[in-house]
């Protein structure tokens, strides 16, 4: 089964930095582009970033750019999104997915496997 979890979250204050990781299992983790969406209480998921199998990032979000980056270690099978100066609008449940092809979808799309998410809560 392809499994992603992603984990990392905490509560930070505005300007404040965290680092999520996306640790996966039961697929070939080199075949796949891996995305990064968000849900926020009452609101639609949302995309964040993707990035393709040969570590080509996109955005979906033009608010992110500058502030997150993603990235992955194909030898650990993880992705990783470092997120710096978080506001308080960012504050959400961020989940992970495997998209099955090569490069990431020009329109956001959360994929699959995606687990139980990690909350990211940013105070003002």
């Known amino acids: 089964d392809v499994q992603l979890q992603a984990s990392g979250g905490g509560l930070v204050q505005a300007g404040g930095s965290l680092r999520l990781s996306c640790a996966t299992s039961?697929?070939?983790?080199?075949?796949?582009?891996i995305g990064w969406f968000r849900q926020a209480p009452g609101k639609e998921r949302e995309g964040v970033w993707c990035i393709s199998t040969t570590g080509r990032a996109t955005s979906y979000r033009y608010s992110q750019k500058g502030r997150f980056t993603i990235s992955r270690d194909n030898a650990k099978n993880t992705v990783y999104l470092e997120m710096n100066n978080l506001k308080p609008e960012d504050t959400a449940v961020y989940y992970c997915g495997a998209i099955p092809r090569s490069q990431c979808p020009t329109f956001f799309t959360p994929g699959t496997g995606w687990g139980q998410g990690t909350q990211v809560t940013v105070s003002s």
């Open positions: 039961g697929f070939t983790f080199d075949d796949y582009a």
